[in-house]
């Protein structure tokens, strides 16, 4: 028999559930950390897995005051909406009927816009307030289509744009996320000017660097070119956005950075690496039911070359959930394992690293990718989205004092 009451301590509280309600994919982004053979599956969650997830979800120990439900991995609007009235009507009532009818529980979708269309528009507006969705765009068509291509290599941009502009006509908010490649680090103009149209309806943008494509080396001195680079590109956009020359939304980056860096001291290991990717804060199930946590993405595909790192062939997944319970899981010797090891990974960062406060994790796979142990600190890609990133803020932010005397 698991002790629940034993088993709190150190998990969750689960505060996002991520749901593949199918791995297919419209698109063939070179960056996907999907497989091929994942993103060309058409399998679709059933809601019997859904049911049993939220059954197990809203009567965990785990569980905080709200949660968020969120549709990724995979383009989920490449299923109906009905599929997703029925989802929504699932979780809600599986939540209505159990130990936790006051949990607070809403949902989104992150999709690439390009099937948006008359019905989606009538879905999300029926259900505003209660779901809300994120945009993948990386910018004008000549960034953006240099890696967001369908399946016959065509462009997607002009789809994606149709999607925006839709969602916007029709008052629907959304939050963009949109991936700098090497290519757009020297145009950050460009993306202000894209966006700037969309600017009253975009919530929070947010960019993302796969940098670990373009850096093959386990050095420093290999990823100080691009760390340059990146710096440039965050100093020109600081300036840019501080000009006001440009509308620009709220940029999650920055208001991220700006948050960890003026937290109380009391408050701050709530923030850290470690807090961030506490087991069971974030929990992903994937279409077949079996179930991830720390943070989200630690797919089988994501593993590679790692899926028998812990002796199963089955990758960092540690259950399934339609033949265990949370707390089955928890008591696992799997999951004990795999804290250790990220516990390992946080401390040696912890006490060796001047920027683990401002660090919100999720480099410990690439670690032992880099590496080949857990152990070690730094890698080019916390040296570029952390250090390179915390470095460019902080010199702006002081190049600003002084300039205001």
């Not at 002009?158 to 145009?187: K, N, Y």
Request: aromatic share 10%; with cysteine.
């Amino acid at each position: 028999m698991v002790n629940d009451k034993a088993l709190v301590s150190g998990f969750g509280p689960i505060e996002m559930v991520v749901l593949q309600g199918t791995s297919y994919c419209n698109l063939n982004c070179s960056y996907c950390y999907l497989s091929e053979e994942s993103r060309r599956h058409s399998a679709t969650m059933t809601l019997e897995t859904i049911q049993r997830a939220f059954e197990e979800v809203t009567s965990s120990p785990f569980t905080g005051s709200r949660l968020r439900v969120s549709w990724h991995s995979g383009e989920p609007l490449v299923l109906k909406p009905d599929y997703y009235r029925a989802a929504i009507e699932t979780v809600l009532n599986v939540r209505d009927g159990s130990p936790r009818p006051d949990l607070v529980i809403d949902f989104d979708f992150q999709t690439n816009a390009t099937l948006i269309n008359a019905a989606w528009i009538e879905f999300f507006k029926e259900y505003e307030g209660l779901v809300t969705l994120g945009v993948s765009c990386d910018g004008p068509a000549e960034l953006h289509d240099r890696h967001r291509k369908n399946w016959s290599g065509r462009s997607s941009h002009a789809a994606t744009e149709r999607g925006m502009q839709a969602l916007s006509e029709a008052g629907i908010p959304f939050d963009v996320t949109a991936v700098i490649s090497p290519d757009g680090l020297d145009e950050p103009e460009l993306f202000l000017a894209y966006f700037e149209p969309f600017v009253p309806f975009i919530r929070e943008f947010h960019f993302n660097l796969h940098d670990e494509l373009f850096i093959d080396t386990r050095d420093r001195a290999g990823a100080s070119s691009y760390v340059m680079r990146y710096k440039a590109f965050l100093s020109r956009l600081l300036d840019l956005i501080a000009s006001g020359n440009y509308k620009t939304p709220k940029i999650r980056n920055f208001a991220s950075f700006y948050n960890r860096l003026f937290v109380p001291a009391a408050e701050r290991p709530s923030y850290d690496a470690r807090s961030m990717s506490a087991p069971f804060k974030t929990v992903s199930i994937e279409m077949n039911g079996d179930l991830t946590t720390f943070y989200a993405g630690l797919t089988l595909d994501e593993c590679g070359d790692q899926k028998n790192l812990y002796g199963d062939g089955r990758g960092l997944v540690i259950g399934n959930i339609l033949e265990s319970s949370l707390s089955e899981m928890a008591g696992s010797e799997k999951l004990k394992l795999m804290m250790h090891d990220f516990e390992t990974s946080h401390s040696a960062c912890e006490s060796s690293c001047d920027y683990f406060d401002v660090c919100s994790g999720g480099y410990n796979l690439i670690k032992l990718r880099r590496h080949g142990t857990f152990g070690a600190t730094e890698t080019p890609e916390c040296l570029v989205h952390v250090k390179a990133f915390a470095d460019a803020v902080l010199e702006h932010m002081s190049g600003s004092l002084q300039a205001a005397g």
